[in-house]
């Protein structure tokens, strides 16, 4: 047995049961013994695409997801991919042929490439070791919350594997919830005690089963008020005492409460520029409390009053356990009636600039909203428009939105749709896109076909890099650069076997009822042609952070 399948072999072992990529001479035995052994690939047009798949996979499932690409040029196309897993510490692991001859023409330090975007490099070095490293990668990826990039030297998989270094391991244990300082707990339980208008924030780190129920019951202990960062959206959904998302998305009564606190405690959450505004949502006397299991997190964004190294879950079970009644704090009947009435955004007054010939973004998004089913799972891309689907499109729990935002690059939203697809199947799935992302991304059209996923494609369509058009427009700046002709998307999605319709007006989307009503044999893109004279409300918040 030669090294590329014995290692193909130990990860399907370890528990590695989704590949997205693209195969060339480098990896084609690789993942072909991965299928062997039970693994399933998935087929992505670029490897761009099948990195970001993959990160959606691994984080809309909970499990470690693969990448196999081909050497050199195959890291280099996935690398946007990596770096966005990598930034949002996805447990991924990125299975690369590697040259090591540098006259080679697909040579290329893949060491340093794994380095420069936050991803650990590790290789493949003999045919005795090959599987216990392939196991060690694996182990690594899940343990630290790591995005690791495993070389697999050409000359290297082509040797034969002792037969006594053929030990497949079963798949490894769950990492360990981190336990907090009883010191650390106690702080924290006085902390709330003297609270009186406490906000919790939860983030990423608060998404694992069980993480809702247990910061709901610390929350009605203290009476705090409950909301997340981008990335959790949904973890409160329901509960009367959510104010959705904190930071540059926020709605302008979820702003308001949020800086009028005493006390913010931030819940696996890194109460960054976007979730905080900068700062300016953390009042001048506010007590911040961040905890979080990874200890090198506390207070890296900013100055924390106190930090607790703790799981979120096994952290707010031991508040609970110090015992302490029932407070009011920040939930009175003022409070709730306006939160009931005004905290998301599709209940916020505003004047509707549709025309005959484009939808405003806020019509487009409440039409949809009450169009779509509710069990959902959105993936959106990055640009001027996101933010009208991520917050006027509700989801239904924190596994409904898969937001790939921490390397903000655009073009991988419809990517993302797919993974969080496949990994959440019993939802509608729905990319919500820009047209230059659309068009981008636009070669994995074919994957969604391909897979026979009944998806939405959503393309808010404004001819344009609308953030920069809405950014440098009103300085008086030429924009020829990020305008572009008008394109008939929805022309482009039925070359790929899609069902299309274009959207002008809130008329136009009865195609999308009709579409909703039957047997969606087919996707459905819907070229929204939305207007493009004003910027989106969280835009110079964006500028801000670059």
């Known amino acids: 047995m030669k090294v590329a399948e014995a290692v193909g072999r ?19 035995h690789l993942t072909n013994a991965m299928m062997a052994a039970g693994s399933r690939f998935v087929a992505a047009r670029h490897e761009g695409g099948a990195a970001t798949m993959a990160d959606a996979y691994a984080r809309m499932s909970g499990t470690v997801a693969a990448l ?59 045919a005795e070791d090959a599987v216990g490293e392939a196991c060690a990668a694996v182990r690594r990826a899940l343990h630290e919350r790591r995005t690791v990039l495993l070389n697999l030297p050409l ?49 990423r780190g608060s998404r694992a089963p069980g993480g809702r129920d247990v910061l709901e019951t610390v929350a009605e202990r203290y ?43 931030g819940w696996g959450c890194a109460l960054n520029m976007w979730t905080m505004r900068h700062g300016r949502l ?13 200890a090198s997190a506390l207070g890296a964004h900013r100055e924390v009053h106190l930090g607790v190294t703790g799981d979120v879950e096994l952290t707010a079970r031991r508040v609970l356990e110090t015992g302490g009644g029932k407070r009011q704090g920040y939930r009175t ?31 487009l998004s409440i039409a949809l909203d009450d169009i779509l089913p509710a069990e959902r799972v959105i993936g959106v891309d990055s640009g001027n428009f996101m933010g009208y689907p991520s917050m006027y499109l509700s989801v239904p729990d924190e596994n409904g939105l898969c937001f790939t935002q921490a390397f903000q690059s655009i073009g991988l ?56 058009v809405h950014h440098f427009g009103p300085g008086g700046y030429p924009l020829e650069t990020v305008e572009f002709p008008p394109t008939d998307i929805a022309a482009v999605a039925r070359g790929y076997g899609f069902e299309a319709v274009t959207v002008r007006t809130q008329g136009d ?3 999308v009822e009709d579409w909703i009503a039957g047997p969606r044999s087919a996707p459905l893109l819907i070229d929204a042609k939305v207007v493009r004279d004003q910027g989106a409300w969280w835009l110079e918040e964006a500028f801000r952070g670059h």
Request: net charge negative.
């Open 10 to 28: 130990a990860l399907s072992a370890s528990g590695v049961g989704h590949v997205f990529g693209v195969v060339g001479s480098g990896n084609f």
């Open 68 to 126: 196999s690409i081909h050497q050199g040029p195959g890291l280099t196309n996935a690398l946007t991919g990596v770096a966005e897993a990598a930034k949002s510490r996805t447990p991924l692991l990125v299975l690369a042929a590697e040259v090591t001859e540098p006259r080679s023409n697909f040579y290329v330090d893949q060491e340093a490439l794994a380095r420069s975007v936050g991803a650990v490099p590790m290789r493949i070095t003999s």
């Open 223 to 265: 009476g705090a008020l409950l909301a997340t960062s981008a990335v959790a959206r949904g973890l409160f959904h329901g509960n009367p005492w959510s104010l959705d998302v904190s930071g540059g998305f926020s709605s302008p009564l979820t702003a308001e409460l949020i800086g009028a606190a005493d006390t913010i405690v």
């Open 509 to 511: 989307l009865k195609a």
């Open 282 to 294: 953390i009042g001048a006397d506010t007590t911040v409390v961040q905890v979080d299991d990874d």
């Open 155 to 203: 000359r290297v998989q082509a040797l034969d594997v002792p037969d006594d270094a053929r030990t497949w391991s079963a798949p490894p244990p769950k990492r360990v919830a981190v336990e907090p300082a009883a010191a650390d707990v106690a702080a924290l339980a006085q902390v709330l005690e003297r609270a009186r208008r406490p906000v919790f924030v939860a983030g």
């Open 333 to 363: 009947a003022d409070i709730a009636a306006a939160i009931a009435a005004r905290v998301r955004w599709r209940d916020v007054p505003y004047d509707d600039t549709s025309s005959r010939e484009r939808i405003d973004p806020r019509t």
């Open 413 to 468: 939203g419809l990517a993302t749709a797919i993974g969080a697809a496949l990994a959440q199947p019993d939802r509608l799935a729905v990319a919500a896109l820009g047209d230059g992302g659309a068009m981008m991304g636009a070669a994995e059209l074919d994957t969604v076909r391909r897979l026979g996923l009944p998806m939405v494609v959503v393309v808010y369509n404004d001819d344009a890099y609308g953030a920069e």
